[in-house]
């Protein structure tokens, strides 16, 4: 079963726009991580965040976490065509599980 | 370096048949990771090896679903008598030692059609 939920499940928005996307989760987690995926197949590692972390920083993402909220988001600034794919959060839960537990993801299109 | 491999690339196969797919990590990554994807859907864990042995095998969805990492390095995922509702993207994922912030890189996946 997933424990995430992600919204929104779609959004298209204009290059140079920022996209903003957001996760909430259920349980208890050790870290949270954010996935790119394009045309169904691999996914990429975007950014991990701990869970005594509040924000972290990469290029041009920013992630956020509150885990008294149980919830995270991803903004990607300044969007570009090729940031157009499905992103995808995954907590890595607590209690020394090693297995991630994956959102539905949300889709996302930047349109030219 | 090499990332994850994983073979065949796409398989097509008939209800009831066997099928195994194979996942090469990446080197000197002990921890392995099997997970599947239903269409629209993020991927589900199956299985996570640490070294040869199956450490949590808690998303195997039945006894049809099997897989071994014999040698500690490549793993395979067997499944039998193949069912239409197996068919799914199957990826396999490896991190350094398991730990619990170790970022898990994954491979293209295995799409498999059960006809």
């Known amino acids: 079963s997933q424990q995430g939920e992600e919204d929104p499940q779609a959004l298209s928005i204009q290059e140079g726009e920022n996209a903003t996307m957001n996760c909430s989760y259920k349980t208890s987690i050790n870290n949270l991580q954010w996935y790119r995926q394009n045309s169904g197949r691999g996914l990429v590692h975007l950014i991990l965040?701990?869970?005594?972390?509040r924000e972290k920083h990469s290029g041009r993402l920013r992630v956020t976490l509150d885990t008294s909220k149980k919830s995270s988001s991803l903004l990607i600034t300044a969007s570009r065509a090729a940031d157009t794919a499905s992103y995808f959060c995954a907590t890595g839960p607590g209690g020394g599980a090693q297995k991630l537990v994956f959102g539905q993801g949300t889709r996302l299109t930047i349109n030219p | 370096g090499a990332g994850v491999s994983q073979t065949p690339s796409n398989k097509v196969t008939e209800k009831g048949k066997y099928v195994e797919l194979r996942c090469d990590p990446i080197s000197g990554h002990t921890a392995l990771y099997w997970y599947r994807q239903s269409l629209g859907q993020g991927p589900e864990f199956l299985i996570y090896f640490q070294g040869t042995g199956a450490a949590d095998d808690s998303g195997l969805p039945n006894d049809r679903f099997f897989a071994v990492r014999p040698e500690g390095s490549v793993s395979t995922l067997k499944i039998q008598r193949t069912e239409r509702g197996d068919s799914a993207v199957y990826l396999c994922?490896?991190?350094?030692?398991?730990?619990?912030?170790?970022?898990?890189?994954f491979g293209p996946g295995t799409r498999l059609t059960v006809t």
């Open positions: 994922a490896s991190s350094l030692d398991g730990g619990v912030s170790n970022e898990q890189y």
């Open positions: 965040i701990r869970s005594n972390e």
